[in-house]
C-alpha cells in the first residue's frame, strides 16, 4: 500500500529481460524481497544494495504500463510500502495501475501548471472532481472530469519534487484512482477506515515481514489471502484446518463465493486412506481426492458447522480411516511432498503456511470470486482483504521465505 507522496526519484541504469536495476538514495530503507512503487507500478525488489534496487518487471506489467518503452537514464518516481506509523493524508493506492493515459493538453497557470489526460473510458468513469488520482505514482487532485478526459493541477511543489513537469502532449502516463473513493463507492466505507487503522498488518503485504505476519495471523485462527499471478492467476482465502470454526466456513461460503478444498500433506491422505480422484486431473496440476463427511455428525455433511467439524479432524492426529464417510462434501487435495520448493500452488502454500505456524499440515482455501462470477484480481483481492482486515500476500513471497 502505498501514499503517492514522492519524496525521490530513481534512475534507471539498466533494462532487463525481466527486471529493471535503478540507482536510489542510499539512504532509503530497502529490503531484498519487499515492494516498491515505481512510476506508479508496485513491482517487487529482486535484490538490494546501497543505492540501488534490481525490481522485477513481467511482461503483464510492461503490458499494462509505461514500462514497455523504459530506457536508460530514465527518471523514475520511487516510494516505498506504507509502514507502521507513517502518517497517512487521505490518499491510498496499490501500485496496480489501472491504465495508461495520454496527455493532451499543458497549460501553464499562474498557480502552477493544468494538464489534460484521456484515459481508457472504464477508468474515467471511477474518477470524481476534487478526488484522489495517482499519476505515474504521484497523488494529485482531480480538478475536473470532462466527457473523454480529466485534469489536474500541477502545484510548483509537485513540480519541484517531480518529473510531471517535463509531461508533453503526447506523453503516456500511468493512472490509478483513489482507493479511498472506489471502496466508499462500492459501500465498503466503514470497512476501509477500520482496515487503514490496521495499516500495514491488512492489505497487500510483501518481503520476509510480510511473510511473518501471515503466518501469525494463521497461527491465530484468522485467514490470510494467498495471490498466485502465474499457475492459476487466482486469489485464494487460506486458514489452518485445525483452528477452523464454523463461522469461517459461513464466510467462505458468504463472501469468498469459490470453491473451497482442503490442501493436506499427502502422507495425511494416505494415512486416513482418502483415495484420488480418477482422471488426469486439471490443466494445473492440482491432486484432487475423493471428498469426505465425518462419520459421526447427525447431519447431512453440507451445513457450515458439518464441514468445519470435518475439516477439524482431517487434521486431528489421532484420525483414523474409519472416521469418514466416503464421498462427501469436503475436498482434499494432496501437496506435493516438495511444497513449494516443486509446485507453486494454491495447495502447496497452504500446506507450508499451516507448516510455517507450527500446525497439522492440513489447510482449507478458497477461490475469491466477484458478484458477477469473474475471479477477482490482484486489485480487487487487496480490496478484499481491505475490506475483511486480511493480510495478503504473493506466492512468489511465500516460494522465497518458506521454501
Same mark, same amino acid.
Not at 487434521?315 to 480411516?321: C, I, L, R, S, T
Given at each position: 500500500?502505498?501514499?503517492?507522496?514522492?519524496?525521490? =526519484?530513481?534512475?534507471?541504469?539498466?533494462? #532487463?529481460?525481466?527486471?529493471?536495476?535503478?540507482?536510489?538514495?542510499?539512504?532509503?530503507?530497502?529490503?531484498?524481497?519487499?515492494?516498491?512503487?515505481?512510476?506508479?507500478?508496485?513491482?517487487?525488489?529482486?535484490?538490494?544494495?546501497?543505492?540501488?534496487?534490481?525490481?522485477?518487471?513481467?511482461?503483464?506489467?510492461?503490458? !499494462?504500463?509505461?514500462?514497455?518503452?523504459?530506457? *536508460?537514464?530514465?527518471?523514475?518516481?520511487?516510494?516505498?510500502?506504507?509502514?507502521?506509523?507513517?502518517?497517512? @493524508?487521505?490518499?491510498?493506492?496499490?501500485?496496480?495501475?489501472?491504465?495508461?493515459?495520454?496527455?493532451?493538453?499543458? @497549460?501553464? &497557470?499562474?498557480?502552477?501548471?493544468?494538464?489534460?489526460?484521456?484515459?481508457?473510458? $472504464?477508468?474515467?468513469? !471511477?474518477?470524481?472532481?476534487?478526488?484522489?488520482?495517482?499519476?505515474?505514482?504521484?497523488?494529485?487532485?482531480? *480538478?475536473?472530469?470532462?466527457?473523454? $478526459?480529466?485534469?489536474?493541477?500541477?502545484?510548483?511543489?509537485?513540480?519541484?519534487?517531480?518529473?510531471?513537469?517535463?509531461?508533453?502532449?503526447? @506523453?503516456?502516463?500511468?493512472?490509478?484512482?483513489?482507493?479511498?473513493?472506489?471502496?466508499? $463507492?462500492?459501500?465498503?466505507?466503514? #470497512?476501509?477506515?477500520?482496515?487503514?487503522?490496521?495499516?500495514?498488518? =491488512?492489505?497487500?503485504?510483501?518481503?520476509?515481514?510480510?511473510?511473518?505476519?501471515?503466518?501469525?495471523?494463521?497461527?491465530?485462527?484468522?485467514?490470510?489471502?494467498?495471490?498466485?499471478?502465474?499457475?492459476?492467476?487466482?486469489?485464494?482465502?487460506?486458514? *489452518?484446518?485445525?483452528?477452523? $470454526?464454523? #463461522?469461517?466456513?459461513?464466510?467462505?461460503?458468504?463472501?469468498?463465493?469459490?470453491?473451497?478444498?482442503?490442501?493436506?500433506?499427502? #502422507?495425511?491422505?494416505?494415512?486416513? &486412506?482418502?483415495?484420488?480422484?480418477?482422471?488426469?486431473?486439471? !490443466?494445473?496440476?492440482?491432486?484432487?481426492?475423493?471428498?469426505?463427511?465425518?462419520?459421526?455428525?447427525?447431519?447431512?455433511?453440507?451445513?457450515?458447522?458439518?464441514?468445519?467439524?470435518?475439516?477439524?479432524?482431517?487434521?486431528?492426529?489421532?484420525?483414523?480411516?474409519? @472416521?469418514?464417510? !466416503?464421498?462427501?462434501?469436503?475436498?482434499?487435495?494432496?501437496?506435493?511432498?516438495?511444497?513449494?520448493?516443486?509446485?507453486?500452488?494454491?495447495?502447496?502454500?497452504?500446506?507450508?503456511?499451516?507448516? *510455517?505456524?507450527?500446525?497439522?499440515?492440513?489447510?482449507?482455501?478458497?477461490?475469491?470470486?466477484?458478484?458477477?462470477?469473474?475471479?477477482?484480481?490482484?486489485?480487487?483481492?487487496?480490496?478484499?482483504?481491505?475490506?475483511?482486515?486480511?493480510?495478503?500476500?504473493?506466492?512468489?513471497?511465500?516460494?522465497?521465505?518458506?521454501?
Amino acid at each position: 500500500m502505498f501514499t503517492g507522496k514522492i519524496e525521490h =526519484t530513481a534512475i534507471v541504469t539498466a533494462v #532487463e529481460a525481466d527486471a529493471l536495476r535503478v540507482q536510489i538514495d542510499p539512504s532509503a530503507p530497502l529490503v531484498e524481497g519487499g515492494a516498491v512503487c515505481l512510476d506508479g507500478v508496485r513491482m517487487t525488489m529482486q535484490s538490494v544494495a546501497p543505492g540501488e534496487l534490481v525490481a522485477t518487471v513481467t511482461d503483464e506489467t510492461r503490458r !499494462r504500463t509505461t514500462l514497455d518503452r523504459v530506457a *536508460a537514464g530514465a527518471r523514475l518516481h520511487f516510494e516505498l510500502p506504507v509502514a507502521a506509523g507513517d502518517r497517512i @493524508d487521505g490518499h491510498l493506492v496499490q501500485g496496480h495501475v489501472e491504465g495508461v493515459g495520454k496527455v493532451l493538453r499543458v @497549460d501553464d &497557470e499562474p498557480a502552477g501548471r493544468r494538464v489534460w489526460i484521456k484515459p481508457a473510458d $472504464r477508468l474515467l468513469a !471511477r474518477l470524481v472532481a476534487k478526488s484522489s488520482v495517482a499519476v505515474n505514482g504521484v497523488s494529485l487532485t482531480v *480538478a475536473e472530469v470532462l466527457k473523454d $478526459r480529466f485534469t489536474v493541477v500541477l502545484v510548483p511543489n509537485t513540480l519541484r519534487r517531480t518529473t510531471l513537469g517535463d509531461l508533453a502532449v503526447g @506523453d503516456r502516463v500511468n493512472v490509478e484512482s483513489d482507493l479511498v473513493t472506489r471502496m466508499a $463507492r462500492e459501500g465498503h466505507g466503514p #470497512e476501509l477506515l477500520r482496515a487503514v487503522a490496521r495499516l500495514p498488518w =491488512t492489505g497487500h503485504l510483501s518481503g520476509e515481514a510480510g511473510v511473518q505476519k501471515v503466518v501469525a495471523q494463521l497461527a491465530a485462527g484468522g485467514g490470510v489471502v494467498v495471490w498466485d499471478p502465474a499457475l492459476e492467476g487466482e486469489g485464494d482465502v487460506v486458514f *489452518a484446518a485445525e483452528r477452523f $470454526r464454523p #463461522e469461517a466456513m459461513t464466510f467462505l461460503l458468504t463472501q469468498v463465493c469459490g470453491h473451497t478444498t482442503i490442501p493436506c500433506a499427502a #502422507e495425511v491422505l494416505q494415512r486416513l &486412506e482418502v483415495p484420488p480422484m480418477p482422471g488426469g486431473g486439471d !490443466r494445473q496440476g492440482t491432486a484432487m481426492h475423493v471428498p469426505v463427511d465425518l462419520a459421526s455428525s447427525p447431519g447431512t455433511g453440507v451445513s457450515a458447522a458439518d464441514r468445519a467439524a470435518t475439516i477439524r479432524r482431517l487434521a486431528a492426529p489421532d484420525a483414523v480411516p474409519s @472416521d469418514f464417510l !466416503r464421498p462427501g462434501h469436503v475436498f482434499p487435495l494432496a501437496a506435493r511432498p516438495g511444497l513449494l520448493a516443486e509446485r507453486k500452488g494454491h495447495t502447496e502454500a497452504t500446506v507450508a503456511l499451516c507448516v *510455517a505456524a507450527g500446525l497439522a499440515p492440513v489447510g482449507v482455501c478458497c477461490e475469491v470470486m466477484r458478484p458477477d462470477g469473474v475471479m477477482a484480481q490482484a486489485a480487487e483481492l487487496e480490496q478484499f482483504a481491505m475490506r475483511w482486515e486480511l493480510p495478503m500476500i504473493d506466492v512468489d513471497d511465500l516460494v522465497r521465505w518458506l521454501s
